[in-house]
T-cell receptor, first 115, second 114 residues
Framework: DAMVIQNPRYQVTQFGKPVTLSCSQT?????MYWYQQKSSQAPKLLFH???????NEADTPDNFQSRRPNTSFCFLDIRSPGLGDAAMYLC??????????????FGPGTRLTVT | AQSVTQPDIHITVSEGASLELRCNYS??????LFWYVQSPGQGLQLLLK??????LVQGIKGFEAEFKRSQSSFNLRKPSVHWSDAAEYFC????????????FGAGTILRVKS
């Protein structure tokens, strides 16, 4: 089945120790998104890639970076995690044309704990 | 600024009872409307969407939603709730003037009592 896969599902890192979360998709979608979701809150968009074009949200901290080496994979790098970065990180994909781009397919998420 | 409002943070219904979750949005033109469901510790799953046409849309798991332009609403309904429907539900809106982004409501947590 076509899907969005996130690894690992649970990640524990130490304060200040860089961490990378990964996302892969078999949907061949143009757009890949990274969201941060804290407990009982709506997902907050961090950035997205439209093909190779990177689009950062204005309020995304510099501590968060992303890489998309090919269509299928996208990575979220947190350079120096703080306690406030503990959250669920969701990857999503969509086709690139409007309105299909609004129909986003989400992965199961990675729960990040910072100790 | 654009906004999506889900006025109910928590709703509790009895198993077998009907359900309506409310969603209102503030946009000038007709937006693209979605309902997603999230079980604890999981990602979001698309329940249904409205792009155009018939204002009553059917989704998965027996859910439906009705777009009412005059009320700027897109309420989610289910005639008979099952215990497995307990989850958090997010209304989301897309609009051309905001590019590829979805704007999410704050979510409604549904509890089902037996």
């Amino acid at each position: 089945d076509a899907m969005v896969i996130q690894n690992p599902r649970y990640q524990v890192t130490q304060f200040g120790k860089p961490v990378t979360l990964s996302c892969s998709q078999t949907l061949n979608h143009n757009v890949m998104y990274w969201y941060q979701q804290k407990s009982s809150q709506a997902p907050k968009l961090l950035f997205h890639y439209y093909d190779k074009d990177f689009n950062n949200e204005a309020d995304t901290p510099d501590n968060f970076q992303s890489r998309r080496p090919n269509t299928s994979f996208c990575f979220l790098d947190i350079r120096s995690p703080g306690l406030g970065d503990a959250a669920m990180y969701l990857c999503a994909t969509s086709r690139g044309d409007i309105p299909s781009s609004y129909e986003q397919y989400f992965g199961p998420g990675t729960r990040l704990t910072v100790t | 600024a654009q906004s999506v409002t889900q006025p109910d943070i928590h709703i509790t219904v009895s198993e077998g009872a009907s359900l309506e979750l409310r969603c209102n949005y503030s946009y000038g033109a007709t937006p693209y409307l979605f309902w997603y469901v999230q079980s604890p510790g999981q990602g979001l799953q698309l329940l249904l969407k409205y792009f155009s046409g018939d204002t009553l849309v059917q989704g998965i798991k027996g859910f439906e939603a009705e777009f009412k332009r005059s009320q700027s609403s897109f309420n989610l309904r289910k005639p008979s709730v099952h215990w497995s429907d307990a989850a958090e539900y997010f209304c989301a809106v897309g609009a051309r003037e905001y590019g590829n982004k979805l704007v999410f409501g704050a979510g409604t947590i549904l509890r089902v009592k037996s």
